[in-house]
């Protein structure tokens, strides 16, 4: 790109040829061919759907859930063919009284004969009448795997509708963990497109406000659209590679839409600035490409730092993790390429038809340097002294304003501390879901089949016969345990090849309660040692319903410290390496922890407590689900980069013009402030859809993300980064060779991109 001085009296005019950045070279190529850049785009989105389809979606499966020691235990299960197996439980009852013995064999005689010819079925199990008679209930255990039960159980709840119908006195109806799992995947998709109903009229209503056209803010709109469906078909095909654990769809649309408007948010912006601030003097061409050194050059730096902030949920060796992670590369990356190529295309095309409503309204001067009434530095006036008064506070009375802004945050952040995590079992199910309603009536007339323990052993074949021995002698000692299930008593299974045996001890309590942990640790720590743990070379596992959550809160504790370490250093690195800022790199870091505690602290508040569940539609456990804090704390690193990025951008513009720090901070957050506050609303409206989701786990990322967003734009954006960076003045930007360069050498600081005014 060339590269004119403002001033260059007293020496030679020259003109300094330099390699042009890739991102200026992309807008460049895609504005001066416009609609080639333009269908390529939409045959990639077409490319991208196409191979999805084809490829499918390859679902992760219970081998891939496993961990700690209850992964263990399933898979020596596994190996002896002795795994748990999907089961469905179908009830008989009466409208109202106990259930008529007549009426429910016959139902019973009719349900057996079909689920009997079902290819999906193993066996049907004889009926069980519940205590008070009111409940008849028929077990069906289905062929396969556990997770992947759910996507075959169609045809037995057709067979149950049927048993329904023929049976109208009665009622019939069908629940177990497959059952369940489809009506969240239906409720899902629900949710997925209730969020769309309220995020596409909100994002456009933003957008219209912020540009005043329907053209310019449809752009947008269009290209998260249209990314996110992109996304979804590489996500299908990358599955394929890595498991999706059902929640890629999800974290597609709400990551998708967030960064997709942002950032065709923040590069139409600076189109337009770079118009009206050249007055007519340069082609549309030429504004795209001045735009794309900067705000272009921003979003690429923005969308790594997500990116590589995300690829830490790697770290934490989980396959939803994984899938969000996948989920959220992907979407961002998508995002990324659409702002860089087919958006300086469709800005090129456009031209003066998005500037025109404006124009109308605008004041043309007549010639000359009046071209730039309203301008100053590049930057329109116009709002100026709104947030110049806005900033006052942190430019002038920076240490006040810090403290204030400070303790307001830490004020906010302080509940954290009494977080509560667990894994969202079926007590936080909607009971919107048919299955789930009917599993609540299960376990209360069967109160044994809440939660199961699975004990798995491995030995030698010689020593099958110790084994079956220890796990009996298990069973009995567990007996007098009021906290495990008297009755029925249960038997050891071996394997055929005697290698493998199990036992199966019930809990008649939910599976995330404390009653039902505390017989797990007993277990582990006093039953199991005294009895299998007393046959030589015997492997011994326990898992179950109540282990599965256990170990896997476990997992996660073990594997935060380096996950959260990893995003730490590639946060500061990536900062650094923008700006060239070591302090500007640890001032990032601070401020990023100092709005995931906000908004860990808000979390705690409104969903660990009862106060706000009507106005959120929600029942509150008591606890965080244990996947949202992380997630939560890796997106909201990556989300916060972008503000970030697009401020301090702002700011190293002005002073690297040779503007001092405490004049550039006003110039340049006032002139990126109105922009970077409707890219917060946008943010916030999209993430606050998902509060009005039906799965808690949701609703809290949903509130999480969007109060984080807002404490970030409005509060650490405007109040405490600026003041910050005023009480360290030209120390910010230490050790950037650059601005000290710039600073050194007089008229260089003044250096502009051609086609900037002069």
Known sequence: MLLRGKSHRGRAESAQVVPRPLTVRMASWSATHPWRAIATWFVFVALCLAAGSLAGTNSATSADYRVGEAGRAEAIAAEGHLARPPTERVLIESPSGPVDAVAADRAVQELTRRMRA???????????????????????????????AKRHIGPLIEQTAAVQAAN??????????????????????????????????????????????????????????????????LAMVA????????????????????????YSLFYLKRDREERARAGGRVSP?????????????????????????????????????????????????????????????????????????????????????????????????????????????????????????????????????????????????????????????????????????????RADPAR????????????????SDRRFAADPVPEPKTSSDRRVSTLELAVPFPAGSQEARQPLQRLRSEHLPVTVGRVAGAEAAVSGDVARDVDYVSHQNEKLPWVIGFLLVA???????????????????ILNL???????????????????????????????????????FVILFGL???????????????????????????????????????????????????????????????????????????VVRTMILPSIMTLLGEASWWPSRTMRRRRAVPGLADVRPVGAAD
């Open 118 to 148: 079902l290819p999906e079925v193993d066996r049907v199990e004889p009926p069980v009448r519940s205590e008070n008679g009111e409940i008849v209930m028929v077990s069906i255990v289905m062929n396969g795997e556990e997770l992947a």
């Open 239 to 262: 599955s394929h590679a890595l498991p999706d654990a059902g929640v890629g769809n999800n974290v597609i649309l709400l990551i998708g839409m967030a960064v997709g408007v942002d």
């Open 464 to 479: 099958s016969g110790e084994v079956v021995t220890a796990l009996r002698d298990l069973a009995r000692r567990v007996q």
């Open 640 to 714: 916060s980069m972008d503000y970030q990025v697009f401020a301090v951008s702002r700011i190293r513009e002005a002073a690297l013009r040779g503007v001092p720090t405490r004049e550039a901070v006003v110039e340049g957050i006032g002139g990126s402030a109105r922009v970077i506050t409707s890219a917060a609303v946008v943010m916030v409206s999209v993430f606050a859809a998902f509060v009005f989701l039906s799965l808690v786990e949701m609703k809290q990322m949903g509130f999480g993300l969007a109060v984080a967003v807002l404490l970030d734009a409005f």
């Open 285 to 457: 061409a030429a504004a795209v490409e001045i735009a794309a050194a900067t705000s272009g050059r921003a979003i690429v730096v923005s969308g790594l730092a997500v990116i590589v902030s995300t690829a830490c949920l790697y770290l934490a060796g989980d396959v939803i993790f994984s899938s969000l992670a996948t989920g959220t590369v992907i979407a961002v990356l998508v995002a990324m390429v659409s702002s860089l190529t087919v958006l300086p295309a469709v800005l090129a095309k456009a031209g003066d038809r998005v500037e025109r409503r404006r124009a109308r309204r605008a004041v043309r001067p007549a010639s000359g340097r009046a071209g730039r009434a309203g301008w100053r530095d590049g930057e329109r006036q116009d709002g100026g002294r709104v947030w110049a008064a806005i900033l006052r506070p942190a430019t002038r009375r920076p240490v006040v304003t810090l403290l204030v802004a400070t303790v307001a945050m830490l004020a906010l952040a302080l509940p954290a501390v009494t977080l509560k995590l667990n894994v969202p079992g079926t007590d936080t199910f909607s009971r919107k879901i048919p299955a789930v309603r009917t599993w609540d009536r299960l376990t209360t007339a069967f109160p044994h089949l809440q939660a199961t323990h699975l004990i798995a052993v």
């Open 571 to 589: 946060t500061f690195v990536m900062t650094v390496a923008a700006f060239g800022s070591v302090v500007l790199g640890l001032v990032g870091v």
């Open 594 to 632: 100092l709005s995931a505690a906000a908004a860990f602290g808000l979390l705690v508040v409104v969903f660990q407590h009862t106060w706000a569940e009507g106005l959120l539609d929600f029942t509150s456990t008591g606890f965080i689900g244990s996947r949202v804090p992380l997630f939560l």
């Open 168 to 233: 109208p006195g009665l009622r019939v109806t069908e629940t177990g963990r497959p059952s369940m799992s489809q009506g969240l995947d239906e409720q899902r998709s629900d949710d997925l497109l209730l969020s769309e109903m309220i995020t596409f009229p909100v994002t456009l209503a933003v957008l219209l406000l912020v540009f005043g056209s329907v053209l310019a803010a449809g752009v947008p709109l269009l290209l998260a659209v249209s990314s996110i469906a992109a996304s979804m078909g």
